[in-house]
């Protein structure tokens, strides 16, 4: 029974430590959102779920059903202890609009989302973008580039998105620790500015 | 483990999940928010009698901290249950949290300011 988690390789924070914050990595399906939460955790990222109820649009009643489903949703995340006192989580959060559910227990206290996006493929990032300013969440644009080039100059990219002006934009290769990093950097650089 | 991106979760479930809730439905407390800091009491005596899950949660937290959603990855459970063992485990005296921090301190400047610091310090 123990021996199942030995794999798992769980770290214990320190006592000391005070501040749990979080940002959510939010992007389409398979955008690159693990691969980001993987490059730049200090734990093996881990997956958990949500299991939620919605009501179905028709009955199937064959069996006698209740009229609900159940549906769960995945969640990777992975931690960056950033002081003694301070850890911060990254939770990679799906876009589609069916898990409001899971919006409403992930936005709830976050500082701020880093939207990861395909250049190649815009449109499917309209759902996300939708999600994250129906709930208020503060957001900057990650284009996540995978063979280097950019198929769209960063105008045509905000008129896509219909950005504000002052929304940041970055690029990043998630596979790189550094360029990870600095996406993340340009996120809280613009939370500060809003808290000015 | 698996690595690949974004496909179904697997859990390997021997009982359905009403069954280690003893019947209860999942929880929506707000005591435990998705990175609610917990940690085992310091006394553990009465520990032998905990059913296994409630146990198995227990030990995984002795000696420092762990968020409810690491409690959940670790214990492959669904979030919902570990929140419904988690409020009779602090209710009973088994585990301790740290308390989450009021949405309106988090957008708060220090925070930011040592997020960007730790990044810069680690990756910088």
Redesign the interface.
């Known amino acids: 029974m123990d021996s199942k988690h030995v794999s798992g390789e769980k770290t214990l924070l320190h006592d000391k430590v005070q501040i749990a914050a979080k940002i959510l990595v939010v992007g389409h399906f398979a955008v690159g959102k693990t691969t980001f939460i993987g490059t730049l955790s200090e734990i093996p990222p881990l997956r958990t779920e949500e299991t939620m109820t919605q009501a179905a649009a028709h009955i199937d009643d064959l069996k006698g059903t209740t009229g609900k489903t159940t549906t769960t949703v995945a969640m990777d995340f992975g931690r960056l202890t950033l002081n003694e006192r301070l850890v911060l989580y990254l939770f990679g959060t799906p876009g589609q609009q069916r898990f409001v559910q899971v919006w409403e227990d992930m936005t709830r206290g976050a500082l701020g989302a880093l939207v990861l996006v395909d250049p190649q493929r815009l449109k499917e990032s309209f759902a996300v973008m939708d999600l994250v300013e129906k709930y208020g969440v503060p957001y900057a644009i990650a284009v996540n580039h995978f063979d280097g080039t950019l198929a769209r100059s960063e105008e045509e990219l905000r008129e896509a998105l219909d950005l504000l002006p002052e929304t940041p934009v970055v690029t990043c290769d998630a596979r790189d620790e550094k360029s990870s990093a600095n996406a993340l950097v340009a996120l809280v650089r613009y939370l500060q500015s809003r808290t000015r | ?3 690949s ?5 697997e ?1 390997d479930a021997l009982v359905r ?1 009403y069954v280690i809730t003893n019947g209860r439905g ?1 929880s929506d407390s707000d005591r435990f ?5 917990v ?1 085992a009491a310091p006394d553990q005596q009465r520990k032998a009698h905990l059913g ?1 899950e409630k146990r ?1 949660l227990v ?3 002795e ?5 409810v ?2 409690i ?4 492959k459970l ?4 570990i929140k419904v063992l988690l409020t009779d485990l602090a209710e009973d005296g088994y585990i301790l949290t ?1 308390a ?2 009021p ?1 309106a301190q ?4 220090q ?13 910088g």
């Open positions: 483990m698996t690595t991106e974004e496909h179904e979760p859990f999940p999942f928010d998705l990175v609610t800091l940690t296994p198995e030990e995984l937290c000696g420092g901290y762990l968020s959603a690491e959940a990855g670790h214990m669904p979030i919902g249950i740290r989450p921090i949405p988090l957008a708060d400047i925070v930011l300011q040592e997020v960007l610091d730790g990044l810069q310090a680690r990756f």
